[in-house]
């Protein structure tokens, strides 16, 4: 009896040795930062010097141009979210079948998800820019009329870019979801009578409810950080149409020089995206399917 007790401490203290790197690497660079951003949130004045208790949430609870930010970014979110489950299910499903050279689309489908957004966001500006954009050098060569959705859509142009970044990954975490799904499941339900259609909603569909919790979960925390889309290609513009809430707090510390708010503003914006997890993984687990 002595022995398997031995042995089991001498795992758990062998496990606890090899984690210790990534505990250090969470606490230096996670875990403090958010400390020192909640402690500056506190303080006001050019160099946060100066104390002001909660003074910056009540001031941005307040602030017409968070709240505006907040709005921007909750529209920028839900097409993100919605875009990235039907568009990259419907990719997924197209891909899962035994198409020719569908390895190839596959590739090629997850190539913008590697690149970086820097990269992404001054390719689609150098595209879509009214004046200077490639897209309409070659609608008006064509004869065709000339596009302008950086100023009649912004928010929604920049959407459609970040969902063709992403809809790659979401694309590959579906077909990972599909092919995990036993083949006899379907075989039984043709069997019964079942048409593709009364398959995809009776079986595909709710056994998919996992892969879809994670996509729309990580579409939610990304859409809420979302700030390269703004910055690169639109500048928060035109006027505050696609003002973001981490470009908000980015002009708000690093324009505005005041860190003290805009740390403020950080910390409301982290308490707004782990309400939306909780809630989602809450509503996950009462629809969670039992194989």
């Given at each position: 009896?002595?022995?398997?007790?031995?042995?089991?401490?001498?795992?758990?203290?062998?496990?606890?040795?090899?984690?210790?790197?990534?505990?250090?690497?969470?606490?230096?660079?996670?875990?403090?930062?958010?400390?020192?951003?909640?402690?500056?949130?506190?303080?006001?004045?050019?160099?946060?010097?100066?104390w002001a208790g909660?003074?910056?949430?009540?001031?941005?609870?307040?602030?017409?141009?968070?709240?505006?930010?907040?709005?921007?970014?909750?529209?920028?979110?839900?097409?993100?979210?919605?875009?990235?489950?039907?568009?990259?299910?419907?990719?997924?499903?197209?891909?899962?079948?035994?198409?020719?050279?569908?390895?190839?689309?596959?590739?090629?489908?997850?190539?913008?998800?590697?690149?970086?957004?820097?990269?992404?966001?001054?390719?689609?500006?150098?595209?879509?820019?009214?004046?200077?954009?490639?897209?309409?050098?070659?609608?008006?060569?064509?004869?065709?009329?000339?596009?302008?959705?950086?100023?009649?859509?912004?928010?929604?142009?920049?959407?459609?870019?970040?969902?063709?970044?992403?809809?790659?990954?979401?694309?590959?975490?579906?077909?990972?979801?599909?092919?995990?799904?036993?083949?006899?499941?379907?075989?039984?339900?043709?069997?019964?009578?079942?048409?593709?259609?009364?398959?995809?909603?009776?079986?595909?569909?709710?056994?998919?409810?996992?892969?879809?919790?994670?996509?729309?979960?990580?579409?939610?925390?990304?859409?809420?950080?979302?700030f390269g889309q703004?910055?690169?290609?639109?500048?928060?513009?035109?006027?505050?149409?696609?003002?973001?809430?981490?470009?908000?707090?980015?002009?708000?510390?690093?324009?505005?020089?005041?860190?003290?708010?805009?740390?403020?503003?950080?910390?409301?914006?982290?308490?707004?995206?782990?309400?939306?997890?909780?809630?989602?993984?809450?509503?996950?687990?009462?629809?969670?399917?039992?194989?």
């Amino acid at each position: 009896m002595l022995r398997p007790r031995t042995l089991s401490g001498r795992y758990a203290r062998t496990a606890y040795l090899f984690l210790i790197p990534a505990i250090l690497f969470f606490a230096a660079f996670f875990y403090l930062p958010i400390g020192n951003v909640m402690a500056t949130s506190l303080r006001t004045g050019p160099q946060a010097d100066q104390w002001a208790g909660l003074g910056n949430y009540t001031q941005a609870l307040a602030d017409p141009a968070v709240r505006h930010s907040f709005l921007v970014t909750a529209v920028f979110s839900v097409i993100v979210v919605l875009g990235s489950i039907v568009l990259g299910l419907a990719l997924a499903l197209v891909l899962d079948q035994p198409l020719r050279g569908r390895v190839v689309f596959r590739v090629l489908l997850l190539v913008p998800y590697l690149t970086s957004v820097a990269i992404v966001g001054l390719l689609w500006r150098n595209i879509l820019d009214p004046e200077l954009g490639v897209l309409n050098r070659v609608l008006s060569a064509a004869g065709l009329p000339e596009q302008t959705w950086l100023n009649t859509s912004p928010l929604l142009t920049i959407a459609a870019v970040t969902l063709w970044q992403s809809v790659g990954y979401t694309m590959v975490l579906f077909l990972a979801g599909l092919q995990g799904i036993p083949e006899t499941y379907h075989e039984a339900a043709k069997i019964d009578g079942a048409d593709p259609w009364r398959r995809f909603w009776r079986i595909t569909l709710p056994l998919l409810a996992p892969t879809t919790l994670f996509v729309s979960v990580m579409a939610v925390i990304s859409g809420l950080q979302a700030f390269g889309q703004a910055y690169i290609i639109t500048n928060g513009g035109p006027g505050d149409a696609t003002d973001l809430s981490v470009f908000h707090i980015f002009n708000v510390a690093f324009r505005a020089r005041d860190f003290g708010y805009s740390s403020a503003q950080s910390v409301l914006l982290l308490i707004v995206i782990v309400a939306f997890t909780l809630v989602q993984l809450r509503a996950g687990r009462r629809g969670e399917v039992t194989y």
